[in-house]
T-cell receptor, first 116, second 112 residues
């Protein structure tokens, strides 16, 4: 149990277009999900906290108008990279935690975004 | 959250125990120690967590010193598939809405 699924796993898009990444909790409800970004050979950097039914909380330096987060249901959060540029190419990962498992976090398999 | 310090990399022979250290000297009383690992190009995977007692599960053992300023993750019989970056993270409580802050972790390479 406690599976988090991300879609797509890989996406290539043209500069200036928008890309939507979905994060689903398959067998549990997640009031809070987290979005991370990881550049090559670097660690995961938290981008934002996605809260079901309310606005996301963004980390310092992350543009909220560029990285749109929607958490419309207890099992789905989406991250939309708007007007993508090559420097947005990265590995995007979502996660959700289970309070009854001591806050153990489960991660999606990640989405490799390449902007050309 | 308290800061953690881990070696950049470690090597281990297949079949032997892998002992990964982590220093967290500024840990506070209500902070847990979590371990995750990330195999290349995948999302991180939860391994184990603890507060002050040693913990063991099917994947690993976690040994926390009495003063809680350091801990060691033990993979008892490392396999090639255990090659990954291992992250030691200290965070407050077990709430589902509390974020994880990743450091640089330790790259464990298991050699045949």
């Amino acid at each position: 149990g406690a599976v988090v699924s991300q879609h797509p796993s890989r996406v290539i898009c043209k500069s200036g277009t928008s890309v939507k990444i979905e994060c689903r909790s398959l067998d549990f409800q997640a009031t809070t999900m987290f979005w991370y970004r990881q550049f090559p050979k670097q660690s995961l950097m938290l981008m934002a906290t996605s809260n079901e039914g309310s606005k996301a909380t963004y980390e310092q330096g992350v543009e909220k108008d560029k990285f749109l987060i929607n958490h419309a249901s207890l099992t789905l959060s989406t991250l939309t990279v708007t007007s993508a540029h090559p420097e947005d190419s990265s590995f995007y990962i979502c996660s959700a935690s289970l309070e009854y498992r001591g806050g153990e976090a489960f991660f999606g398999q990640g989405t490799r975004l390449t902007v050309v | 959250d308290a800061k953690t310090t881990q070696p950049t990399s470690m090597d281990c022979a297949e079949g032997r125990a892998a002992n990964l250290p982590c220093n967290h000297s500024t840990i506070s009383g209500n902070e847990y120690v979590y371990w995750y690992r990330q195999i290349h190009s995948q999302g991180p995977q939860y391994i184990i967590h603890g507060l002050k007692n040693n913990e063991t599960n099917e994947m690993a053992s976690l040994i926390i010193t009495e003063d809680r300023k350091s801990s060691t993750l033990i993979l008892p019989h490392a396999t090639l598939r255990d090659t990954a970056v291992y992250y030691c993270i200290v965070r407050n409580s077990g709430g589902s809405n509390y974020k994880l802050t990743f450091g640089k972790g330790t790259l464990l390479t298991v050699n045949p």
